[in-house]
C-alpha cells in the first residue's frame, strides 16, 4: 500500500486531534483517510454509473417500491 | 474452621474472586469459543411476548443468565447503519451508512449505500467484443475497521456467515460469507422473472423483477428467454440471455423444464431445486454462472412460472462473496447450493402479487432450512475463537405479515387466517437456533444472541416530499410529478430541501448540490424550522404525530459528515413510515395515505421505538448498552492484549465505571 | 453391440473392482497412474525403439549443428530441413503405435467418464429422469414405475412431441437405485458407493457402434412398449486436488503423464 508523508503545523494539529476525538475516531490517520474519501467521492461521483444502472441495482430492495 | 464457617467462606468466595476479577482484565477468565447470533429485526415486546407463551423456551433460558436486554440500536435504525455500527463499534459519521439509500449531492441520483461496482478501466476494442484488461471492481462502501482485525491480528480465528454490509468481504484473515448488500447475477437486490400467457399478469411494472410473456404454439412447448447480467465483453453490453425449453402436460399438470442440458420436472406447486444456468460471455472461452429456483405455480390452462433472482453461483462466484475466495464454494460442496443474495426472501414477488402469502412462506422457509443446513455446519466445525452467524428470517418475513398480528393494520382483516400464525412460528424456528447454540455450550463458551433493531406497524405512509412541497420547501408541479420518481417536475431553484430514501432529509446546499439555493449560514435556522414544523404533524385520520423526532444529523453525530449523509434523519412515530413514493423522490397527490402493501412492518422511524435485543449466557455491567459496544465486548472475551477503538466493554465493571 | 458393450462394462468392473474401497478420487488417481505406465510400456512393445533411438540421435545432432552454425545460413537451412525430414519420419514411425494405443484409450476414456464424470444421483435431492421411445409413449403413470432403493416424486408427465416421459425419483441414501419401467430395469448409479458399477448418464436398449466408447446402461430385455433410451439429470462432479477443483479429466490427464513421464525413465523406453 503506499504510503503519503504529511506535515502540519502545531495548530492544525492541535485542532485535528480536537476533532479527532469530538468525532469518535481512532486515530488522526483514520480522519485524514475519511476526509480525503469524502472529497474524492464528491469531486468524482460515482463515476461509470447510469442513472438506470443505478436503479437496476436498488431493484428488489424491499423497502423501496 | 468450624463447617459453618467453611461453607460461609465458600460461599463468599465467587463473590470475592468475582470482584477481583472485574477490577483486573487479566484475571477474568477468558473465552475459548464466543458464538454470536444476530437475528435481524429481532423484537423485544414480540420476543418477550412469545417467551411468555412459552413457544421460545431456549430464549427463556438464555434470559435468565444474562438477563433479556434492551440496547440501542443506530439512527436511523436500518439494517446496513445498524450492522456497520455493529462492526465498527462506530457511528455513521465514521462508518458513512446513513441510510439504505444515499444520494450523488451533484446530481440527486440515488444509489445503494453499501457497495458499488466499478467497470473495468482499460478496455482492448475487436470489432464487437470488448476484452477487459482489468477486473472490474466491487468497492465496500462501508468505512472503518471491523473489530475482528484486533482478534484475527491477535491469533484468535473469526468466521462471520452471512454477513450484513460486508460485501464484497475483506481480504483479512478472518473468513466471512458475505450478507446482507450481497447482489444477485443481474446486479439488483432481487430480480424474480415470471413467465406467463396469462394476459391479466402481463404488466409494465418492474419492482422487483420483471413478466416475460411466452406463448405455446401447439406443441406444448413454451420457449423462456432467461434475462442473465449485461455482457461487458460485447459492446453496448448487451443482456446475456439462454433459452430454458419449459414442456407441459397439461393433463398430468406438469411441466419440464430443460435448461443447460439439464431437465427439471415440476407439478402444480412444487419448487424446484438450485438449478444450475451458465451464461455465455465470449463462448467456450468466458462464462458467468447463476442459479436459480423455480416455481411451478399454475401449468393450466394458464402456465404461471416463477423463477428465483439468479443468485451468484457459490461454487464459481462472478462476484467476491467469500473470503478465503473458495470457502462460498466449499460450504456449497458440504451442505448444498443456497442462497447468496442479500435478502434471500422474495418479499416483492409477494407486495407484486406473484407469490401469494402461502408460496411466499413456502420459499422462507426454504431460505430458513438452507440457512440452518449452514449454521448446523459451523456448529460442528467450531473449535475456537469467534463464530458470528446471521439470520434474516425474522426481519424479511416480518416486514411482510406484521398485518397478521397488528389488528390495525389496513391488511389485517383480508389477511387469511391461516397465516396469522407465521410471526409466532418463525420466532419458535429462532429458539431452535438458540437451543441449537446453547447445545454446543462448554465451560467457559459465551453465546450472544442480538438484533439490530425491533419492530413496528406500518399502517400510514407518510409522503415527506409532497408535505415539503406543500409548504413551499420544494418548487414543483404536481400534476407532472404526481406518481414519478426521482423528482421529475422539481425547479430546483425554488427549492430548498427534499426527501431521499428511508429516513433522510437534504438541503438544497449551496456548494453541494448542483445548483443549490441554501447557504451555509441559513442552514441552522433552515434545519430549525424544519424540525419544528415536521415534529408538529399530525395525521388527521387519528391526531397523532406524525414524526416524533425530526434529527438535525450534525448535532447527533458531531465531527465532520460526508457530503452524502442526510442533513436530518426523520424519526416516524409507532407506525408510520416514509411513504413508498417519497423514497426515490416521487412527489404523490396525498401526504398520508394508507400502506396497503403486504410489507406491512417497519423500524425505518424513530430508534428508540425500536430498540435491539441482547441475550446472553453473561450479564452486562451497564444498563444502557448500544450495538456499538458489541465488537469491543466480544473481543474483551478473548486473552488479547489489544481491544477494538470503538464501544465499551459492557461486561467489563471497571471500563464502564470510569 | 449391447453384448459388446455388456462385456465392456463387465470386463471394466471386475478390473475395478479392487478399487471400490478407495475414495473415488484415489481410484480415479489409481487407475490414472496404471494407465500411464501401461501406455508407455505397450508404445514400447509395439514401437521400433531402435529406430526412435537412431532417430532422436539424429535430430539432436541436427538441432546442436543449427546452434553451433548459426552464422551460416546455408548450413542452418540445410540441418533444419534435415531436421524437417527426420522429425516427419518420427511422427510416421509412432503412427501405429499410437493407432494400436488409440481404441483401448478411448475405451478407457469412455469407461472412465461414466464412472467419475457425474456425482451419480445425490442422497438429498431429487434427479429427474426422461425416457425416450420410438413411437408415442404409452400412457403413462406413477404407478407403471417403481424406484428400488428409493421413491417415485410424482408427476409423471408426457412430452407428446417429443416422445418422451419425464419424472423425478430420489434416493433412500447414498446408493444408487434401480427404476422397474415394465419389463425394464434400469440401474442408476451413485459414485457414493461406488464399487465398480456405472455411473452412467443414461442407458439405450440399443446401443451403436459408438457405445462401447461412451458406455451406457445395457439393458438387455427390453419389450416392444418400453423405452429406446433415457438419460438422468445428474451433477457434475469435480476433484479437489492440491487446493484446487478439477474434473476427472484433468485429474487423469495430469496423472497418467506424470505416470508416463516416471516410467519411461525406469523402463528406459524411448519415445
Not at chain 2, 13 to 37: E, M
Not at chain 2, 217 to 239: I, L, T
Not at chain 3, 188 to 210: A, M
Request: charged share 20%; with cysteine; hydrophobic share 40%.
Amino acid at each position: 500500500m503506499p504510503k503519503l508523508k504529511l506535515k502540519l503545523d502545531d495548530s492544525t494539529m492541535e485542532r485535528l486531534e480536537k476533532v479527532v476525538e469530538a468525532g469518535g475516531y481512532s486515530s488522526c490517520e483514520e480522519f485524514i483517510l475519511h476526509v480525503l474519501e469524502r472529497e474524492l467521492d464528491s469531486l468524482v461521483p460515482m463515476e461509470g454509473e447510469s442513472e438506470e444502472e443505478i436503479m437496476r441495482k436498488l431493484e428488489g430492495l424491499g423497502y423501496l417500491e | 474452621m468450624k463447617r459453618r464457617d467453611f461453607l460461609k467462606t465458600a460461599a463468599t468466595l465467587p463473590l470475592v474472586l468475582a470482584t477481583l476479577g472485574t477490577g483486573c482484565s487479566a484475571r477474568r477468565r477468558t473465552a475459548r469459543r464466543v458464538l454470536v447470533l444476530g437475528i435481524d429485526g429481532m423484537d423485544h415486546f414480540l420476543l418477550n411476548s412469545f417467551i411468555h407463551e412459552g413457544i421460545m423456551p431456549n430464549a427463556a433460558r438464555l434470559a435468565t443468565m444474562g438477563g433479556l436486554n434492551l440496547m440501542s440500536t443506530s439512527n436511523p435504525p436500518q439494517s446496513p447503519v445498524a450492522w456497520s455500527g455493529f462492526i465498527t463499534g462506530k457511528g455513521p459519521q465514521v462508518h458513512g451508512i446513513f441510510d439504505f439509500i444515499h444520494r450523488n449531492p451533484m446530481t440527486r441520483t440515488p444509489y445503494l449505500s453499501t457497495s458499488r461496482v466499478m467497470d473495468p478501466g482499460k478496455v482492448l476494442k475487436l470489432g464487437e467484443w470488448r476484452l477487459p484488461l482489468s477486473g472490474a471492481k466491487v468497492e465496500l462502501l462501508r468505512h472503518g475497521e471491523p473489530f475482528w482485525n484486533s482478534l484475527t491480528e491477535q491469533g484468535i480465528p473469526v468466521t462471520m456467515v452471512k454477513l450484513p454490509v460486508e460485501f464484497p468481504p475483506g481480504n483479512g484473515k478472518a473468513r466471512i460469507l458475505s450478507g446482507l448488500g450481497t447482489p444477485d447475477l443481474r446486479g439488483s437486490q432481487g430480480s424474480f422473472t415470471f413467465f406467463t400467457d396469462d394476459a391479466r399478469s402481463i404488466t409494465d411494472d418492474t419492482a422487483g423483477g420483471i413478466v416475460v410473456p411466452v406463448r405455446d404454439y401447439g406443441d406444448g412447448c413454451y420457449r423462456c428467454p432467461v434475462r442473465g447480467p449485461e455482457n461487458s465483453m460485447r459492446a453496448g453490453n448487451p443482456k446475456m440471455e439462454i433459452m430454458a425449453d419449459v414442456w407441459v402436460d397439461r393433463d398430468a399438470d406438469a411441466l419440464r423444464i430443460d435448461v443447460g442440458g439439464r431437465s427439471t420436472v415440476l407439478g402444480r406447486g412444487q419448487w424446484s431445486d438450485w438449478i444450475e444456468l451458465e451464461f455465455q460471455a465470449i463462448p467456450h472461452v468466458s462464462s458467468v454462472k447463476g442459479i436459480v429456483r423455480f416455481y411451478a405455480k399454475e401449468i393450466s390452462p394458464r402456465l404461471k412460472l416463477y423463477m428465483s433472482p439468479i443468485n451468484i453461483h457459490p461454487m464459481d462466484p462472478a462476484l467476491p462473496i467469500s473470503n478465503p475466495h473458495g470457502l462460498s464454494g466449499d460450504l456449497a460442496r458440504e451442505v448444498g447450493l443456497y442462497y447468496t443474495q442479500g435478502f434471500p426472501e422474495d418479499t416483492k414477488a409477494l407486495s407484486r402479487g406473484i407469490l401469494n402469502d402461502e408460496e411466499y412462506l413456502h420459499q422462507a422457509w426454504i431460505v430458513f432450512k438452507e440457512r440452518l443446513s449452514l449454521f448446523h455446519h459451523e456448529l460442528n466445525r467450531f473449535k475456537a475463537g469467534l463464530l458470528f452467524f446471521y439470520f434474516s428470517s425474522l426481519d424479511l418475513n416480518i416486514h411482510m405479515f406484521y398485518r397478521t398480528i397488528d389488528p390495525f393494520s389496513p391488511l389485517h382483516e383480508s389477511t387469511d387466517p391461516r397465516f396469522k400464525a407465521a410471526v409466532r412460528e418463525l420466532y419458535a424456528g429462532i429458539d431452535g437456533v438458540i437451543g441449537d447454540a446453547m447445545d454446543i455450550l462448554e465451560g467457559d463458551d459465551r453465546l450472544l444472541v442480538i438484533s439490530d433493531h425491533g419492530f413496528a406497524p406500518f399502517n400510514r405512509s407518510f409522503n415527506l416530499n409532497s408535505w415539503l412541497a406543500g409548504n413551499g420547501y420544494v418548487s414543483v408541479s404536481l400534476s407532472n410529478a404526481g406518481n414519478r420518481d426521482m423528482f421529475e417536475g422539481v425547479d430546483w431553484s425554488g427549492t430548498a430541501a427534499y426527501g431521499l430514501g428511508l429516513n433522510s432529509l437534504y438541503l438544497n446546499l449551496a456548494g453541494r448540490e448542483n445548483g443549490g439555493i441554501v447557504k451555509r449560514e441559513e442552514t441552522p435556522e433552515l434545519l430549525t424550522r424544519l424540525k419544528r414544523e415536521l415534529e408538529s404533524i399530525t395525521d388527521p385520520v387519528n391526531g397523532k404525530k406524525v414524526i416524533s423526532n425530526a434529527f438535525i444529523t450534525s448535532e447527533i453525530f458531531p465531527g465532520p459528515l460526508p457530503p452524502h449523509a442526510p442533513d436530518m434523519i426523520i424519526g416516524y412515530s409507532r407506525g408510520y413510515r416514509a411513504s413508498w413514493k417519497t423514497t426515490l423522490g416521487g412527489f404523490p397527490k396525498d401526504v398520508l395515505t394508507d400502506n396497503t402493501d403486504p410489507w406491512s412492518g417497519t423500524h425505518c422511524i424513530d430508534p428508540a421505538i425500536v430498540p435491539c435485543v441482547l441475550l446472553s449466557n453473561m450479564r452486562p455491567e451497564v444498563d444502557d448498552p448500544d450495538l456499538t459496544d458489541m465488537g469491543r465486548s466480544i473481543a474483551g472475551m478473548f486473552d488479547i492484549s489489544r481491544l477494538p477503538e470503538g464501544g465499551r466493554d459492557i461486561f467489563r465493571r471497571k471500563e464502564n465505571s470510569g | 453391440m449391447k453384448y459388446v458393450n455388456l462385456v465392456l462394462n463387465t470386463l471394466f468392473d471386475v478390473f475395478l473392482y479392487p478399487l471400490g474401497w478407495l475414495p473415488p478420487l484415489w481410484g480415479l488417481i489409481f487407475v490414472s497412474a496404471v494407465s500411464g505406465i501401461l501406455m508407455v510400456m505397450i508404445f514400447g512393445k509395439i514401437s521400433d525403439q531402435e529406430g526412435i533411438a537412431v532417430l532422436r540421435k539424429r535430430m539432436t545432432g541436427e538441432v546442436l549443428g543449427i546452434l553451433l552454425n548459426a552464422g551460416t545460413p546455408a548450413t542452418v537451412i540445410s540441418f533444419a530441413a534435415r531436421l524437417i525430414a527426420d522429425n516427419t519420419r518420427y511422427l510416421v514411425m509412432i503412427l501405429k503405435p499410437m493407432v494400436v494405443m488409440a481404441v483401448p484409450f478411448m475405451l478407457l476414456w469412455g469407461q472412465l467418464d461414466a464412472r467419475y464424470g457425474s456425482a451419480g444421483l445425490p442422497g438429498n435431492q431429487p434427479v429427474t429422469i426422461t425416457f425416450q421411445y420410438a413411437e408415442e409413449p404409452p400412457p403413462t403413470e406413477e404407478n407403471d414405475f417403481s424406484v428400488r432403493n428409493g421413491g417415485l416424486i410424482p408427476p409423471v408427465m408426457t412430452v407428446d412431441t417429443l416422445k418422451q416421459v419425464s419424472f423425478r425419483i430420489f434416493s433412500h441414501g447414498s446408493r444408487g437405485v434401480e427404476i422397474l419401467a415394465n419389463d425394464l430395469r434400469i440401474p442408476v448409479g451413485s459414485i457414493h458407493e461406488w464399487n465398480g458399477s456405472l455411473v452412467s448418464r443414461g442407458f439405450d436398449t440399443s446401443p451403436s457402434l459408438l457405445s462401447p466408447f461412451h458406455p451406457t446402461v445395457t439393458v438387455l430385455d427390453a419389450g416392444t412398449e418400453t423405452p429406446d433410451s433415457g438419460w438422468y439429470s445428474f451433477p457434475d462432479v469435480d476433484y479437489r486436488v492440491m487446493g484446487w477443483r478439477w474434473s476427472w479429466a484433468a485429474v487423469f490427464l495430469v496423472f497418467s503423464m506424470a505416470a508416463a513421464v516416471v516410467a519411461t525413465g525406469v523402463l528406459k523406453i524411448k519415445v
